[in-house]
């Protein structure tokens, strides 16, 4: 049996009902699948983030198919081959969540830490949210890490509290198993 290839797509463009089923449709019928996907309405525009696998004909008929799924969909899709994922060390998976009231800079100041501290950022998402009572727009952030070791752990958690506490914002490190 042939190993899979794999290819992680990306596409953008205004937002419209059916493009999820009519992406998914093309990489079936392509007769490749559809292992990881990140979807998302980002202000007007439809964004979306695939890992797609199958046998390397089924893929790159996938890709053939590119432009016309970008005429008949009105979205801009990028494909680039890749391989499947393998750590270069063990890690330890941890998730993150950290919150409070939104202004700029946030996600530098927590994505500087992490830089800093070697620590991997396997996914992240950040949104705004409004306060129920207030309509006070809140900073929401998640994020799947990879941290390296247990002394980064405890340098990660010291760090996070200082950094936290000194910009008023609250946090939670759960392990992710």
């Not at 699948?33 to 390397?56: Q, V």
Request: one cysteine or more.
């Amino acid at each position: 049996m042939e190993r899979p290839s794999f290819i992680v797509m990306t596409a953008v463009g205004p937002d419209k009902k059916g493009l999820v089923n009519a992406i998914a449709r093309e990489i079936h019928q392509a007769g490749a699948n559809l292992e990881d996907s990140r979807m998302a309405i980002l202000g007007g525009e439809f964004a979306l983030l695939l890992l797609i696998a199958g046998p390397r004909p089924a893929l790159e008929q996938l890709c053939a198919a590119t432009p016309d799924l970008e005429r008949r969909l009105g979205l801009s899709i990028v494909s680039k081959w890749t391989d499947r994922f393998a750590p270069a060390a063990p890690f330890l998976p941890y998730e993150l969540k950290v919150s409070g009231f939104d202004r700029p800079g946030i996600v530098h100041q927590v994505s500087e830490l992490l830089a800093r501290l070697d620590i991997n950022v396997a996914s992240l998402e950040s949104r705004i949210a409004f306060a129920p009572l207030s309509g006070t727009p809140m900073f929401m952030l998640e994020a799947s890490l990879q941290v390296p070791g247990r002394s980064t752990l405890r340098q990660l958690k010291q760090e996070l509290s200082q950094t936290c506490d000194e910009v008023d914002l609250d946090f939670s490190l759960e392990a992710h198993g």
